[in-house]
């Protein structure tokens, strides 16, 4: 049997001759080599993948290439955030160049967030751009990171404050990789998820709320939640590709959430992205309630829903050291969502209904993260 | 008097939303505060330039600048190819970032090439894409990096193996400012001048023939020069924005050439890149010719003008130790025009006939090195 051609389903990013498809389904690792040669030929390949990835998911990705005819170096560099460094992109970068990988290859990255991020930046400059393939293995990154073509890697200002927009020539969501997964991991991503509910489909965050605990289990309504939320993401992109204006929505609890995760030092053993946004999501709710744009019971609703998914919601869910406001507004005001001075934020009217508003004033913020802070 | 509202000439670059305009003419460093201004608004800027350069051009930039009431920060780094590094370009993405940059502001490159691209890809790749304005200082900056919209660094692996496109917002070519060229830089410049002539105009390579004492001397000539030859890459890159076909044509001379100036260790008592590109398309003119595409009258006309403009033509022009046929091969095997595994040269049928060749035999091309260096 070819998985290829049965992959339970697929979401087309509508890019013009950037287009791109996101296949999602139980099993389809197995079936890279197949996929990547239908679609690239027979080139060569760059796997970039981590230690904890490799171990578990990297063998099985060289026999399906290898079944395929497709040669491969791999690469595989130390987990966690500390990897999205100029340091690490530049190892990537010898390596590709070393084995002389040419424009039309590949570099393929099996792994989350992080590698998918270096690896996607890597091929966004060898050569000024080579072919990119994404294998996410988390919840997070196969509904985020492996849509929209964002890629990069932290500085010591700021988190993915340097990168490029390269979008991929396939994605593989294999969604029984997601099964290894930490439980706390599979939460984080599910953030995500339920951002998509959250910022236009007051529908999918209704059948989230029903069939969370399925979602979790993995099966139909796994793949269900991960189309839905890749199709929302690539309706935006589509719509927005350099995120000059819709694109933003997909911030929604992000401004927050990347001043927050910041503020805690990226100490994973803290607070993980996707806990952030849970985090932001929630703030966003309420800073739209306090300022009378959304209903106090939606923000409510978005409270008990994350909470149930295991999610932090407030500031001071993060353990350690407490934030202070200060430091928020200093992160805030580094974020790359600043234009001229006002702070852009994503708002909502309520569940589903997000915005962008454009010239939120510093004041405003500050007072609602003193509220907060009090609570 | 205004000089934007009359620059002597202006070549629109056609990229859609991306597109922009070069204007050509002399004076137009005092007026970039107000073209800046006038296409970009109030924005900030990070001036990106080199010591040599600072030192005759910046004052009066920084002059314009405050004239039109724009804030800018400036970077100043050493001359000469080896700032093409990744060490550089960290400091200059790092200084923008200090400078809290956002993504409408700008990064403005004043210098020749190097400046250019190093200046050009920082833009590229802070917060995934500034706003990039280049004032080429140079002749070889004005009629070839400032059209086209390619930036990078060098990697110890290769030439500008590193990079992106990435296009900028405007660009100023003063011609007054090459008066304080050297002579010998001039003439490399030149040779991209020829090049426009050589790989599809045979008219402008006769006006050349005709008025080259002419450009070099300044005035209007010039400016006809610069402008046609912006027009002619310009007219290619927007057939062929990422270069996957025709835009390869600007090639002609170039992977000769990267192969020579890799040789010469970059080393720019040795040979600059214009020299390298003289040589080059010398070279590509003898081997079509060789390989019977295109009269050998053609190849020794060609030998004859860039000779008479100062430029060498063959390999053993090169000063310092002999460049073996061994090495270029190396070299022309990591150039990135390279294809699984055949070469991909710009060959021509004669003057203002240049074609791509995609399937040259490596062996063909050593036969003809040797021969040449036997000559």
Known sequence: MNAIDRPEAAVRVELGERGYDILIGSGLLAAAGAAIRERLGAVRLAVVTDENVAAIHLPALLLALRAADLDAITIVLPPGEATKSLEHLEAVVDQVLEARLERGDAVVALGGGVIGDLAGFAAA????????????????????SSVGGKTGINSRLGKNLIGAFHQPALVLADTAVLDTLPAREFAAGYAEVA???????????????????????????????????????????????????????L?????????????????????????????????????SAGLGLAPGADAERVERHLRAAGLPTAISDVPGSAIEADELMRHIGQDKKVRQGRLTFILTRGIGR???AGDVSPGEVRSFLEAELAR
Chains 1, 2 share one sequence.
């Open 125 to 144: 400059i060898v050569r000024r751009g080579m072919s990119f393939v994404q294998i996410p293995t988390s919840l997070l990154a196969q509904v985020d």
């Open 195 to 249: 951002k998509y509910g959250l910022l236009g489909d007051a529908d999918f965050f209704a059948w989230l709320e029903e069939n969370r605990a399925a979602v979790f289990a993995g099966g139909a309504a796994r793949t269900r939640a991960i189309a839905v939320s890749c199709r929302a993401k690539a309706a935006i992109v589509a719509a927005d590709e350099r995120e000059q204006g819709e694109r933003a929505l």
């Open 251 to 287: 911030n929604l609890g992000h401004t927050f959430g990347h001043a927050l995760e910041a503020a805690a030092g990226f100490d994973a053993r803290r607070l993980v992205h996707g806990e952030a946004v849970a985090i932001g999501m929630a703030l966003a709710h309420r800073f």
């Open 354 to 356: 997000a915005f962008v």
